[in-house]
C-alpha cells in the first residue's frame, strides 16, 4: 500500500528554519514529482514547491522563492523541503504529494497524499 508521511514541522519564530520530510512507503519516489502543498486556517490549500525527479525545486509561491529548496534522497526514498527566512504567514498545514514523472501545483494531479505536518511561526 501505497504511504507518504510528512514530518519536520514545529514552533518556529521568524526567520527560522525547518526541514520538512516526505518519507514514502509501498513504493519508490524515483520516478515521482513530490509536490508541496499547504493549507493555512480557513484559507484553501495551495501549491508551494515540487522537487522533480531529477531533483529540481519548482516554486509556485513568489513569497517563498529563495527560501524553499527541495531536495530527494532516493536511497532513503525520502523527499525534503528545506524552508528558511520562515514568516507568520508561512504558517500552515503542509503536504506532500506524489505525481508520477512530472511536477504540478493542481491539486487533482497528485497520486498520493500524506497527511500533513504542522508549521506554526510566532513572535
Known amino acids: 500500500q501505497a504511504n507518504l508521511v510528512e514530518s519536520g514541522g514545529g514552533l518556529v519564530q521568524p526567520g527560522g528554519s525547518l526541514r520538512l520530510s516526505c518519507a514514502a512507503s509501498?513504493?519508490?519516489?524515483?520516478?515521482?514529482?513530490i509536490g508541496w502543498f499547504r493549507q493555512a486556517p480557513g484559507k484553501e490549500r495551495e501549491a508551494v514547491s515540487c522537487?522533480?525527479?531529477?531533483?529540481?525545486?519548482?516554486n509556485y509561491v513568489d513569497s517563498v522563492k529563495g527560501r524553499f529548496t527541495g531536495s530527494r534522497d532516493n536511497a532513503k526514498n525520502t523527499v525534503y523541503l528545506n524552508v528558511t527566512g520562515l514568516k507568520p504567514e508561512d504558517t500552515a498545514v503542509y503536504y506532500c504529494?506524489?505525481?508520477?514523472?512530472?511536477?504540478?501545483?493542481?491539486?487533482?494531479?497528485?497520486?498520493?497524499w500524506g497527511k500533513g505536518t504542522v508549521v506554526t511561526v510566532f513572535s
Open positions: 504529494a506524489a505525481m508520477y514523472r512530472y511536477c504540478s501545483g493542481r491539486i487533482r494531479d497528485m497520486n498520493y
Open positions: 509501498g513504493f519508490s519516489l524515483f520516478y515521482y514529482g
Open positions: 522537487v522533480t525527479p531529477v531533483g529540481e525545486t519548482i
